[in-house]
């Protein structure tokens, strides 16, 4: 279950990288979406394990595809602003 809920927000991410607008504005909308995650995973009342264990799923989903060189550099900004916001500190 975990990693499907992972796979879910990673996708939406993907889509958002992807999408028309100015990249500054899809960083935003990436991070307000990883925002969302985080706030829906406290909210959820899982235990601290599970929990950490849904953000490490996203985090191993962003890192591998930020292995694809092939990316252009504005999806790449995208991932790499969405990675930031899930493992900086919490507010």
Same mark, same amino acid.
Do not use: Q, V
């Given at each position: 279950m975990a990693s499907i809920i992972a796979y879910e927000v990673f996708r939406k991410i993907i889509d958002? #990288?992807? #999408?028309? &607008?100015?990249p500054a504005e899809r960083r935003v909308e990436a991070e307000k979406r990883i925002d969302l995650f985080k706030a829906d995973l406290a909210s $959820? &009342?899982? #235990?601290? &394990?599970v929990t950490d264990s849904i953000e490490d799923d996203l985090r191993r989903?962003?890192?591998?595809a930020l292995d694809n060189h092939e990316l252009p550099g504005d999806e790449l900004s995208v991932l790499l $602003? $969405?990675?930031d916001v899930l493992t900086g500190p919490e507010d």
């Open positions: 958002i #990288s992807r #999408s028309k &607008g100015p $959820a &009342g899982h #235990s601290p &394990g989903h962003f890192e591998d $602003a $969405a990675l």
